[in-house]
């Protein structure tokens, strides 16, 4: 039985299993690496189709059972650990190559781990989570729209987020109180230079700290109106309206004044 601090609900529907494993379309030598395998729904069907897989559980009693099973199948390695405590780019290296990640992952740890993941070194082909759908939304959201925040920039300058599709509560056990959704992230490196991504992360975080905010006021600590037009971005505009493009060159400009 798994421990309710953990928020894991657990995915049953065979209809959107299938649909997972068709969408991330495994082959044999693929480097798969899943998070949170919890009862098992994506991991049996994924050992079908790899030739090795390690899992990720935090869950103590979850984990001492998928030791079992791996002593019994050579292929699956399994990690007991917190997704967000693992060392992703030694993982790959003892993998021999780029990791594939997929799983259901819970809803307090996937702003994070995205940030972790796509802020670190670890070589990743690409990501297939289930999310909160709201987490979805604001992941695939453009400039201007009520859900681009903070999350949407600092992901389009790492990273292409596909909005797949949704998943009913119904689709788990238990069912959770939100829509859930299921989207691909493929790392890559922008059409645009960040010169220094912690000073990037930085700007843009500042800039939706508060959203109401201009940004002439938002960003008074790292730059004046003056500096912020001189980039071709009117002072008086909010962080919302901002590509990430546009947070890039406001990075520069602030690198440029300190």
């Not at 209809?15 to 068709?22: D, N, S, T």
Request: net charge neutral; with cysteine.
């Amino acid at each position: 039985m798994a421990r309710k601090r953990f928020g894991q609900h657990f995915l049953h529907e065979r209809g959107v299993i299938e649909r997972i494993i068709r969408l991330l379309d495994p082959v044999t030598d693929d480097r798969l690496v899943e998070i949170g395998p919890g009862e098992g729904a994506l991991t049996r069907p994924l050992l079908e189709r790899v030739d090795a897989l390690s899992v990720i559980e935090i869950d103590r009693e979850l984990a001492a059972g998928w030791r079992e099973t791996a002593a019994g199948d050579p292929r699956l390695n399994v990690i007991e650990a917190d997704a967000l405590s693992v060392d992703y780019a030694a993982l790959a290296a003892r993998r021999g190559g780029a990791l594939r990640l997929v799983g259901n992952l819970p809803y307090n740890i996937s702003s994070p781990l995205l940030f972790a993941l796509l802020s670190g070194d670890a070589p990743i082909v690409d990501m297939h989570f289930m999310l909160q759908k709201e987490v979805v939304d604001r992941m695939v959201a453009a400039p201007g729209s009520r859900d681009y925040g903070r999350l949407s920039v600092t992901l389009a300058a790492r990273a292409r987020a596909e909005h797949l599709f949704d998943v009913g509560p119904g689709a788990f056990r238990p069912p959770p109180k939100v829509m859930s959704a299921v989207v691909r992230i493929t790392p890559r490196s922008p059409d645009f230079a960040i010169d220094d991504p912690a000073r990037f992360d930085r700007v843009v975080t500042a800039a939706f700290g508060q959203r109401r905010k201009t940004l002439r006021n938002a960003l008074r600590g790292e730059l004046d109106a003056e500096t912020i037009a001189a980039c071709g971005i009117d002072p008086a505009e909010r962080a919302e309206r901002l590509s990430a493009a546009d947070f890039a060159a406001l990075a520069r400009a602030a690198a440029e004044r300190h």
